[in-house]
């Protein structure tokens, strides 16, 4: 080929060039497409890498920090519960009478108990999805858990109704990602434990309802004063609307913020299929009835002065029980779940509030302008019950204050006569209503230099001692008191070992203390009531209780206060003393008790000056004690004996329809001669000549420095004898210009 043929180096060669530049971009291509590859594997395999060591490190976590918390059992935890007090009406239903609720007022009420409205109206505002999870709703945890790691919070709503249940009974409240996880993984074991139904029960049990309420049942009482299954629909989603913001929704606070939450609720119900729309607008047009208005305010619930009563008595026995203090007896009592079963009996309580609370019958008679106080308990002395008990006149407008019935000593004056001497000697054999004994001036008492006076220092001579105690006369009981074997000690340990006195003090244990009632202290109105009882119950006595027995929630046994009985006296004992006591009501100083209806045994009693006055009563039926006198001591200006008139007025309508019933008649026997009187001896001449001598009688009263009693001939004339170890005497009051009979408005005795 010549030369001039052949091609120009550079430009003889395209095929080969293009060839060559394809194949370097598929090169190039394939590189890239590998080196991509190994990045993407590389990403995965670190991705995958670090997805393991994540999961890994987020097992161990769940294993060491979470764990532990995720065992959750309902069972663990004990919710605060209101303790509810009964009493059974005449029927023998029982009733409610007092709910005791501490820091969570709870009262449980169980899965069949709860309206099926109550449930779905949460359900449909809380958890919609709650029949379908296993204790986490994931859509919307996902959603609480952006709102977390945006803003810091968990405003989102994210939890379901088992999270709720969580943080409710654990506390745990605090927005942070432990604890949601926590809360989490416990729904989901918690699921796996308990049903539906189950969590709930716990759930509408748990959760606050404001105003102090915890729990439907008290929600249900507080807002519209029934129980929690009478609720109505729109009821139902007015309490469920509370619990989102308790304060904001509180129809109490604000009836309209409830009204716009609570037909949200309905609306959803309607929309969820849970109610049609005629069951919709029916319950949006429905004007609710609550307890209270905005503009009234919450106000405490007074609680009456036996269920206060009731209240310390158990702490006590609790106390006692379980060997711990009165906080932690009071905490356990008022947050316990218990079931107490009292002793009242209503319509007699009834009886005791009609008369009390009517301050126009019971005047202001004091210098100071004090008001007259007085208190009453009533007792069964079989079984030991007190049926009743005021501890206070007019109305009660604090909790917890002075209980008079309770919590107040006074001198018991001439009522400590019949079971400190009279009775004491009676079952020794010492006495009968036939012994001989000398009203006089004039004698010596083997075991003291101490001698009282009587009333007006009137004395009567050679009397039998049934006379003696129907005049009420100091200077019998003092012999008497001084032929006991051991002379006030023999006093003082029938009153503390067998008719359960326990306010005394050693220096009680003296001639004046145990012959008129001059006590250092004095003794409580329920203490004088049960020490009665052995007179109606053949000389039984039986310690006074308020309630009969405690359950827990379950019904267990937690306290069987059974009744607890001594043989005070011999049962003929308690028939002598009731044969004469029932004297001195019909002829003595107790005449303004006697009931028309039905025999009254008792005794009268008044204190230094007429500072206290007592009336200690007994029917073949109850026995009651009255106490009157003022908070600061200061004389009653009143004539008679305002206590044994009170009796009378409360005693009247308790025995109104009950059969006629008689003391047992006793063996009298005949003169004992201890005095050294020996009937044989001795003429018509020598005795009291008492044929006209019913209104000529006084109740021999005494105090911390004098005896003082009523003698009435022809009126009222009050007069003091000293009492005192020293044996001076003090001067009364004749004719007192002030005094008025305050319940029947004229002379010595009530008319009825």
Request: charged share 20%.
């Amino acid at each position: 080929m010549s030369k001039k043929n052949k091609p120009e180096q550079g430009s003889a060669k395209p095929g080969r060039i293009a060839k060559k530049a394809a194949n370097i971009t598929v090169d190039m291509v394939s590189t890239t497409v590998s080196t991509v590859l190994k990045a993407v594997g590389t990403v995965l395999l670190i991705l995958l890498v670090t997805g393991m060591m994540f999961a890994c490190v987020f097992a161990y976590y769940v294993k060491t920090c979470l764990t532990p918390n995720l065992d959750l059992s309902l069972e663990d935890f004990k919710l605060n519960e209101s303790s509810t007090i009964w009493y059974q009406d005449s029927v023998g239903e029982w009733r409610e009478l007092a709910t005791l609720s501490g820091k969570e007022n709870r009262i449980w009420v169980d899965y069949d108990q709860i309206p099926w409205y109550m449930e779905k109206a949460l359900v449909s505002i809380e958890d919609k999805r709650f029949y379908e999870h296993k204790g986490v709703d994931w859509y919307r945890t996902a959603g609480a858990f952006v709102t977390i790691f945006t803003r810091g919070e968990s405003g989102y709503g994210g939890s379901t109704i088992t999270q709720q249940l969580i943080k409710n009974l654990t506390g745990e409240k605090e927005v942070t990602i432990q604890r949601k996880l926590t809360e989490i993984f416990s729904a989901l074991e918690l699921e796996k434990k308990y049903d539906k139904q189950e969590i709930m029960e716990w759930y509408l049990n748990a959760v606050y309802f404001g105003e102090g309420c915890f729990g439907v049942q008290t929600a249900a009482q507080t807002y519209f004063g029934k129980d929690v299954s009478e609720l109505s629909l729109v009821e139902c989603a007015s309490i469920v609307g509370i619990t989102n913001l308790p304060t904001y929704y509180d129809p109490f606070y604000n009836r309209q913020n409830n009204k716009e939450r609570q037909e949200t609720i309905l609306r959803e119900m309607y929309e969820q299929g849970y109610i049609d729309y005629d069951q919709y607008r029916q319950a949006v047009d429905e004007e609710l009835v609550f307890t209270h208005t905005p503009d009234e305010g919450y106000t405490q619930e007074i609680m009456s002065y036996y269920t206060e009563t009731v209240i310390d008595d158990v702490t006590q026995d609790l106390m006692a029980q379980k060997g711990i203090s009165e906080d932690t007896a009071r905490t356990l009592l008022y947050n316990g779940g218990y079931q107490i079963y009292s002793c009242l009996d209503a319509d007699i309580q009834a009886s005791v509030d009609a008369v009390y609370s009517d301050l126009s019958a019971i005047p202001q008679t004091a210098y100071s302008d004090q008001q007259l106080q007085s208190a009453i308990v009533i007792m069964d002395p079989f079984e030991g019950k007190v049926l009743a008990l005021c501890g206070g006149v007019g109305e009660k407008t604090i909790n917890l204050g002075l209980n008079r019935a309770t919590g107040t000593y006074r001198s018991p004056g001439s009522s400590i006569k019949p079971i400190a001497s009279y009775g004491p000697a009676v079952d020794l054999g010492l006495i009968t209503p036939d012994t001989l004994v000398s009203d006089s001036p004039n004698i010596t008492l083997k075991g003291t230099s101490w001698y009282p006076n009587n009333d007006s220092y009137t004395n009567y001579g050679l009397i039998t001692i049934y006379t003696a105690l129907q005049y009420s006369l100091n200077t019998v009981a003092a012999q008497i008191v001084d032929k006991l074997p051991m002379g006030p000690q023999t006093s003082y340990d029938y009153l503390t070992t067998h008719l359960g006195v326990t306010s005394l003090v050693p220096e009680d244990c003296d001639y004046a203390p145990m012959a008129l009632g001059e006590l250092t202290y004095g003794l409580t109105v329920r203490e004088m009531a049960q020490a009665y009882c052995p007179f109606v119950n053949d000389g039984i006595f039986t310690y006074s209780r308020t309630y009969s027995l405690v359950t827990d929630k379950e019904g267990n046994v937690v306290i069987d206060n059974a009744p607890s009985t001594i043989q005070a006296f011999k049962p003929n004992t308690a028939y002598t003393m009731t044969y004469m006591m029932q004297n001195g009501v019909e002829n003595g100083t107790g005449g303004e008790a006697a009931l028309w209806t039905m025999p009254v045994a008792g005794k009268t009693g008044s204190s230094s000056n007429y500072q206290d006055r007592w009336f200690v009563g007994c029917t073949p039926y109850y026995v009651a004690a009255v106490w009157t006198g003022y908070d600061m001591p200061e004389r009653i200006h009143v004539s008679g004996n305002p206590a044994a008139q009170l009796w009378k007025k409360v005693m009247t309508p308790v025995h109104d329809g009950l059969p006629w019933e008689a003391f047992t008649y006793p063996y009298l026997g005949e003169n004992t001669g201890i005095f050294g009187y020996d009937d044989s001896t001795l003429t018509d001449d020598d005795y009291l000549d008492n044929t006209d001598s019913e209104d000529n009688y006084g109740d021999g009263g005494s105090g911390t420095s004098s005896s003082s009693g009523n003698y009435i001939p022809n009126g009222n004339s009050n007069g003091n004898s000293n009492g005192n170890s020293n044996g001076n005497s003090n001067s009364g009051t004749t004719n007192d210009p002030y005094s008025d009979n305050f319940l029947s408005g004229g002379g010595g005795r009530m008319s009825w």
